[in-house]
């Protein structure tokens, strides 16, 4: 079984900055993937950014330019830091990682959230 387990989130003002941690745990092998997702209140599920287990990244437009994904893969660890943060970055952020089980079994998982608030 893996875990995933946010933190870092909280009340911030429009300008500010945040840094949210991931931090997977359990039978993990390897890891493929980390990813940031986010939803705010009546909207879908939206990618925030991505990063693999070679470094490569990939952010929404929205993203670009004002937040950096990073990953210790010796901590089983990814971030998330955001920075000029908007009120339209509001909403509850959730880590999603692909791992390879110490089963051999892929698993795609995600944690339980963690609330970004920006006020104006």
């Known amino acids: 079984q893996v875990q995933l387990v946010e933190s870092g989130g909280g009340l911030v003002q429009a300008g500010g900055s945040l840094r949210l941690s991931c931090a997977a745990s359990g039978s993990i092998f390897t890891i493929s993937h980390m990813g940031w997702y986010r939803q705010a209140a009546g909207k879908q599920r939206e990618l925030v950014a991505l990063?693999?287990?070679?470094?490569?990244?990939n952010y929404a437009d929205s993203a670009k330019g004002r937040f950096t994904i990073s990953r210790d893969n010796a901590r089983n660890t990814a971030y998330l830091q955001m920075n000029s943060l908007k009120p339209d970055d509001t909403a509850v952020y959730y880590c999603?990682?692909?791992?390879?089980?110490?089963?051999?079994?892929?698993?795609?998982?995600w944690g339980q959230g963690t609330q970004v608030t920006v006020s104006s």
């Open positions: 990063i693999t287990n070679a470094g490569n990244t």
């Open positions: 999603n990682a692909g791992v390879l089980t110490t089963s051999r079994s892929t698993y795609i998982g």
